[in-house]
């Protein structure tokens, strides 16, 4: 299972890194990282291994908001996705366990378009609870006001499969292997394009909690120690820094609830911090960016 968790680890951190680099990371043969990857797909453990736009990268803001609802008059999940599907601004949704029972990731222009969003849940939902944070951009490089009709072609192609090889997007785009190498290059190098990768932990037996903390002093500080004191199926494979209700939300894979309690006394001992866990139970596809014609038009 270790070997499993390492590519999932490096394709979380890299989605198109060469299986080369890869096999010389987890000191592997080419071919048996291959046929890693191959087999994380077929088992579905990996279940989606796509791409999506950075709508930081379009001057859009990306909100998490964090619902709690009256469990005397709560909806059926079909009812709360149902609603959640009509509203094209939500992208993502995600159940979860512990004191909210969804997150889900809301893209607007300008956090008044979010609170219209927020608005709308407390009229349609029995909502007991709601938070939101807004995720900060990694920089504030609003300049990409438009995408060329070549790359829409190379973001399609990748929208579900984004280790497609070069080769396999020319046939597909019917562009030049060179076009495509140059223009994904520089789709890469603006972090126009991000990864898009969603797994099973369940079938490597492990299990998957999105981690909320406050009081921090330096992130990556926290981040490496963090990294350091998992266990080595373990898997710390996203974090992002937020404004608002907590200062940084970490998605992380461990073996069970006991490792996440220990890691949480270790991080309050050594940091001071405060933390919230929600064991994640489900992800919703309910995302309006999978559908990348109608996403373009309206950039």
């Known amino acids: 299972m270790e070997i499993k968790t390492k590519i999932l680890r490096e394709l979380s951190k890299n989605f198109r890194i060469s299986m080369s680099e890869l096999a010389r990371r987890l000191k592997i043969t080419r071919e048996k990282a291959d046929r890693e990857i191959i087999k994380l797909q077929r088992d579905t453990i990996i279940e989606r291994l796509g791409v999506t736009l950075n709508p930081g990268k379009f001057g859009y803001e990306t909100w998490q908001i964090y619902i709690s609802l009256d469990g005397s008059k709560k ?70 006001k438009s995408i060329s009709s070549a790359d829409k072609k190379i973001i399609s192609a990748l929208t579900d499969n984004a280790r497609l090889t070069l080769k396999e997007i020319s046939q597909k785009t019917k562009l ?76 992380l894979v461990v073996k069970n609830h006991s490792e996440l309690v220990m890691l949480e006394n270790k991080l309050m001992d050594y940091f001071r911090v405060d933390v919230l866990h929600l064991l994640e139970d489900e992800l919703y596809d309910v995302s309006h960016v999978d559908n990348f014609e ?6």
């Open 294 to 299: 109608e996403v373009l038009k309206s950039i």
């Open 75 to 144: 909806e059926s999940n079909r009812d709360v996705q149902r609603f959640f599907k009509q509203n094209k601004l939500i992208v993502k949704t995600l159940r979860t366990i512990g004191q909210y029972d969804y997150v889900i990731s809301v893209v607007g222009k300008n956090s008044i378009q979010v609170n219209g969003v927020v608005n709308q849940l407390k009229k349609e939902l029995n909502v007991k609870k709601i938070k939101q944070v807004l995720l900060i951009p990694s920089d504030s490089d609003f300049s990409n």
């Open 176 to 251: 030049t292997q060179r076009v495509v190498g140059y223009r994904l290059n520089e789709l890469l190098r603006k972090e126009i394009l991000i990864s898009d990768l969603n797994f099973n932990s369940s079938k490597l037996g492990l299990e998957k909690y999105k981690l909320l903390i406050n009081n921090i002093g330096d992130v990556n500080e926290l981040v490496n120690f963090i990294e350091k004191n998992l266990d080595k199926n373990s898997l710390l494979f996203n974090y992002n820094k937020t404004l608002g209700a907590h200062e940084i939300e970490l998605d």
